[in-house]
T-cell receptor, first 113, second 111 residues
């Protein structure tokens, strides 16, 4: 079991470009969570998804950010028209049920230049 | 994580015990967690405790929960250089499934 796989590990985008972050949950896990960690800060919840459904997106910015977890393939966090303030580490976690602890991926570090 | 508060830094001497403290605000929280994050890495679940427990011990780790004061602590016995990391306290609220994290405590070890 390869654990939660995130790619890319590092992503550099110019202001105004799009960033697509991918997360493959652990085998058998159908619950996916995205968190953002700004430099020297804790993790802030963004969105919780199950297959083909967004369960809780209370932490997602209203504009430019979207997430999906299709029936087949990884979960995608998409940031359109990136700005410098989007620079952060984005972590994905998965769990087999909603009451279980999370397993985290190693994160994608997004740098907007 | 405005609902979960931790001190930002802790420095201890190698071989001593480390105690990392955390306070949370939601009395309905059912699970409380401690995660460890090493530089450049993701978060690793260290241990967790159910809200109906007072204490949990796992090798060098001891978790104490004071539900009345909403206070959680993690004690690391015989602290080693490999314990240097950021430790996050987290809670899962009773009626929702997302986990809320504190800002993390950076543990550094003195020789």
């Amino acid at each position: 079991n390869a654990g939660v796989m995130q790619n890319p590990r590092h992503l550099v985008r110019r202001r105004g470009q799009e960033a697509r972050l991918r997360c493959s949950p652990m085998k058998g896990h159908s619950h996916v969570y995205w968190y953002r960690q700004l430099p020297e800060e804790g993790l802030k919840f963004m969105v919780y998804l199950q297959k083909e459904n967004i369960i809780d997106e209370s932490g997602m910015p209203k504009e430019r950010f979207s997430a999906e977890f299709p029936k087949e393939g990884p979960s995608i966090l998409r940031i359109q028209q990136v700005v410098r303030g989007d620079s952060a580490a984005y972590f994905c976690a998965s769990s087999p049920t909603e009451n279980y602890g999370y397993t985290f991926g190693s994160g994608t570090r997004l740098t907007v230049v | 994580g405005e609902d979960v508060e931790q001190s930002l830094f802790l420095s201890v001497r190698e071989g001593d015990s480390s105690v990392i403290n955390c306070t949370y605000t939601d009395s309905s929280s059912t699970y409380l967690y401690w995660y460890k994050q090493e530089p450049g890495a993701g978060l690793q679940l260290l241990t967790y405790i159910f809200s109906n427990m007072d204490m949990k011990q796992d090798q060098r780790l001891t978790v104490l929960l004071n539900k009345k004061d909403k206070h959680l602590s993690l004690r690391i016995a015989d602290t080693q250089t490999g314990d240097s990391a950021i430790y996050f306290c987290a809670e899962r609220k009773g009626s929702a499934s997302k986990i809320i994290f504190g800002s993390g405590t950076r543990l550094s070890i003195r020789p």
